[in-house]
C-alpha cells in the first residue's frame, strides 16, 4: 500500500460546482498535513495546511480524520482558475506526496 | 525575496555525461531535498539533507550524489546520465517560518527539466 493515495481523477466540472477530493495515508505517526496545488510546467505551492479542527480559507475546507488517516479538501463555487492537480502531502520523517488528483474546470 | 533558486532551468544531456544542479535557499532552512517528478509517479524524494553537513537517500538515490555545500545551498550531481533519469527535477527546503501558523512546511524552486538522450 502506498504512504499517500488520493482518488485517481481527472475531475472535470462545471464551473461553479462543488467538488471534494479525498485523501488516504498510511503512517498513523504523521503529524503535519498540507494540500498542494500544481499548475502544468509548474512547481507545487502550498494552497493550505490541515488541521485537526479542520480549516478554511475563502472557498476552500480542509478537513483531518485522524483516526480513519483520511484527508479532504473541499472546493466551492470552482472558478477556470482553480483547474490543476491538487496533492496531498502528510509529515512523519519527511514529507510525502500523494500522486495528485487533476481538476479541470469547465466554462 | 526569491525563496528556493534552482539552475539549470532545461538542459540536454547526452548518456554518459554528467552534470550538477544547483539548489540554493533564502529562507534560512535547515531542511533541503530533491526530488524527481515523472508522469503519473508523482514527487519521489532524491536524497534530503536535514542540515548543514548532513545528507540522506531517500526513495530513488541510485545515479546520483549530492552535497550540501553550506546552510544555503544543495547540489545534485549525475556522474553519468541515463536516459531514465530523464525527468522533472524540483530542489525544495523546509522549516518553520516565524510567526506563520503553517509551522513546518515545504517550499520548492521552479524545477529543471533535464533529458538525457
Known amino acids: 500500500r502506498k504512504e499517500v493515495e488520493q482518488d485517481p481523477g481527472p475531475f472535470n466540472v462545471p464551473e461553479g460546482a462543488t467538488v471534494a477530493f479525498n485523501c488516504t495515508y498510511s503512517n498513523s505517526a504523521s503529524q503535519s498535513f498540507f494540500w498542494y496545488r500544481q499548475d502544468c510546467r509548474k512547481e507545487p505551492k502550498l494552497l493550505m495546511s490541515?488541521?485537526?479542527s479542520g480549516n478554511e480559507d475563502g472557498r476552500f475546507t480542509a478537513q483531518l480524520n485522524r483516526a480513519s488517516q483520511y484527508i479532504s479538501l473541499l472546493i466551492r463555487d470552482s472558478k477556470l482558475s482553480d483547474s490543476a492537480t491538487y496533492l496531498c502531502v502528510v509529515d512523519g520523517q519527511n514529507f510525502v506526496f500523494g500522486p495528485g488528483t487533476r481538476l479541470s474546470v469547465l466554462p | 525575496n526569491a525563496g528556493v533558486t534552482q539552475t539549470p532551468k532545461f538542459q540536454v544531456l547526452k548518456t554518459g555525461q554528467s552534470m550538477t544542479l544547483q539548489c540554493a535557499q533564502d529562507m534560512n532552512h535547515n531542511s533541503m531535498y530533491w526530488y524527481r517528478q515523472d508522469p503519473g509517479m508523482g514527487l519521489r524524494l532524491i536524497y534530503y539533507s536535514a542540515s548543514e553537513g548532513t545528507t540522506d537517500k531517500g526513495e530513488v538515490p541510485n545515479g546520483y550524489n549530492v552535497s550540501r555545500l553550506n546552510k544555503r545551498e544543495f547540489s545534485l550531481r549525475l556522474e553519468s546520465a541515463a536516459p531514465s533519469q530523464t525527468s522533472v527535477y524540483f530542489c525544495?527546503?523546509?522549516?518553520?517560518?516565524?510567526?506563520?501558523?503553517?509551522?513546518?512546511?515545504?517550499?520548492f524552486g521552479e524545477g529543471s527539466w533535464l533529458t538525457v538522450v
Open positions: 525544495a527546503g523546509s522549516g518553520i517560518i516565524r510567526g506563520a501558523r503553517d509551522g513546518n512546511t515545504i517550499y
Open positions: 490541515v488541521y485537526s
